[in-house]
């Protein structure tokens, strides 16, 4: 069998409800109105917060000062350490060496070896010779006479 419809609702179903505009204002306002409620207090919270942030930020150029001056110093601490340690090496190696440490410019103990030993052996390389003597070096002649008699008689033997 065909129902036929007879264009008044069936009792399961609801009507659909329709809005004035002026419902629709209303129901709007109230939503926003609740909303407004939550954030009333919003301007106070934001310049507390400002606050804060100048508070922080002060705050933080203290800590960030006294972090700079740490570290400042802590680099300073480093560079003296290091500067001692290399010093001692230099020393050590002159000492072992016999070459006076302001010679020697490497940071490592094998740098400074090196050095020393380029340095002996230049040394050794430039040092003047003395001239071979037959008699060990004693005076075999006396001198007599004035200075000057004894300059006459060198003059003379040159020749």
């Excluded at 306002?29 to 917060?49: N, S, T």
């Excluded at 922080?56 to 006294?66: C, H, R, T």
């Excluded at 802590?74 to 020393?91: F, P, S, V």
């Excluded at 003597?133 to 007599?144: L, M």
Aim: proline share 4%; aromatic share 6%; net charge negative.
């Amino acid at each position: 069998m065909a129902e036929t419809n007879t264009g008044t609702p069936a009792p399961d179903t609801q009507p659909e409800k329709t809005f004035t505009q002026e419902d629709v204002n209303k129901i709007v306002g109230d939503r926003i109105a609740r909303e407004r409620e939550k954030f009333a207090d919003y301007d106070a919270i934001k310049e507390k917060a400002a606050k804060f942030d100048e508070m922080e930020e002060a705050n933080k150029s203290e800590l960030q000062k006294a972090h700079e001056k740490a570290s400042a110093l802590q680099a300073e601490l480093d560079g003296m350490k290091a500067a001692e340690q290399i010093r001692r090496i230099r020393d050590e190696v002159a000492k072992e060496t016999g070459v006076p440490s302001n010679l020697l410019t490497a940071d490592t103990k094998e740098g400074c070896g090196e050095q020393a030993q380029a340095i002996k052996a230049y040394a050794e390389s430039n040092r003047p010779g003395y001239p071979s003597v037959r008699d060990s070096g004693e005076a075999t002649t006396s001198t007599k006479g004035t200075t000057k008699e004894q300059f006459e008689d060198w003059v003379n033997n040159l020749g």
